[in-house]
Protein backbone atom coordinates (compact mmCIF):
# COMPACT_ATOMS: atom_id res chain seq x y z
CA UNK A 1 0.00 0.00 0.00
CA UNK A 2 1.24 3.75 -0.53
CA UNK A 3 -0.43 6.92 0.23
CA UNK A 4 -0.53 9.87 -1.31
CA UNK A 5 -1.66 13.78 -0.98
CA UNK A 6 -2.90 15.97 -4.23
CA UNK A 7 -2.15 19.53 -3.25
CA UNK A 8 -4.43 20.31 -5.83
CA UNK A 9 -7.51 19.12 -3.94
CA UNK A 10 -6.20 19.53 -0.42
CA UNK A 11 -7.32 22.62 1.21
CA UNK A 12 -5.55 22.09 4.41
CA UNK A 13 -8.56 20.83 7.05
CA UNK A 14 -5.65 19.30 8.75
CA UNK A 15 -7.88 16.23 9.86
CA UNK A 16 -5.62 13.84 8.32
CA UNK A 17 -2.25 14.70 10.20
CA UNK A 18 -5.01 14.93 13.47
CA UNK A 19 -6.42 10.92 13.00
CA UNK A 20 -2.51 9.42 11.81
CA UNK A 21 -0.06 11.45 12.92
CA UNK A 22 2.68 9.04 12.51
CA UNK A 23 1.81 8.82 8.50
CA UNK A 24 0.39 12.59 7.45
CA UNK A 25 2.02 15.47 8.89
CA UNK A 26 0.44 19.13 8.38
CA UNK A 27 2.98 21.37 6.70
CA UNK A 28 2.91 25.05 4.63
CA UNK A 29 -1.03 24.85 5.36
CA UNK A 30 -1.31 21.32 3.46
CA UNK A 31 -1.31 17.66 4.53
CA UNK A 32 1.86 15.59 3.27
CA UNK A 33 2.72 12.01 3.94
CA UNK A 34 5.74 11.87 6.30
CA UNK A 35 8.75 10.73 3.65
CA UNK A 36 9.02 6.64 4.47
CA UNK A 37 5.95 6.36 6.22
CA UNK A 38 3.59 6.09 2.99
CA UNK A 39 3.09 2.07 3.84
CA UNK A 40 1.52 3.48 7.56
CA UNK A 41 -1.00 1.41 9.26
CA UNK A 42 -3.28 1.03 6.57
CA UNK A 43 -6.54 0.50 8.10
CA UNK A 44 -6.31 3.81 9.98
CA UNK A 45 -4.71 5.19 6.09
CA UNK A 46 -7.72 4.25 4.66
CA UNK A 47 -9.90 5.70 7.24
CA UNK A 48 -8.28 8.98 6.82
CA UNK A 49 -8.63 8.75 3.31
CA UNK A 50 -12.20 7.81 3.12
CA UNK A 51 -12.60 10.82 5.73
CA UNK A 52 -10.80 13.24 4.04
CA UNK A 53 -13.34 16.18 3.10
CA UNK A 54 -11.74 16.84 -0.24
CA UNK A 55 -10.99 13.68 -1.14
CA UNK A 56 -7.35 14.79 -1.57
CA UNK A 57 -5.71 11.45 -0.09
CA UNK A 58 -5.19 8.42 -2.40
CA UNK A 59 -4.39 4.76 -1.31
CA UNK A 60 -3.14 2.21 -4.00
CA UNK A 61 -2.03 -1.41 -3.31
S1 LIG B 1 -7.69 15.60 5.60
FE1 LIG B 1 -7.64 16.00 3.39
S2 LIG B 1 -8.09 18.20 3.17
FE2 LIG B 1 -7.50 17.82 5.31
S3 LIG B 1 -5.27 18.26 5.40
FE3 LIG B 1 -5.54 16.03 5.05
S4 LIG B 1 -5.47 15.79 2.80
FE4 LIG B 1 -5.86 17.96 3.24
Same mark, same amino acid.
Given at each position: MTVSIDRNLC? +???ECAHRVPAVFAFEDGYGGVRP???? +??EALVREAAERCPSQAISVTE
Open positions: Y +GSGGREG +GD
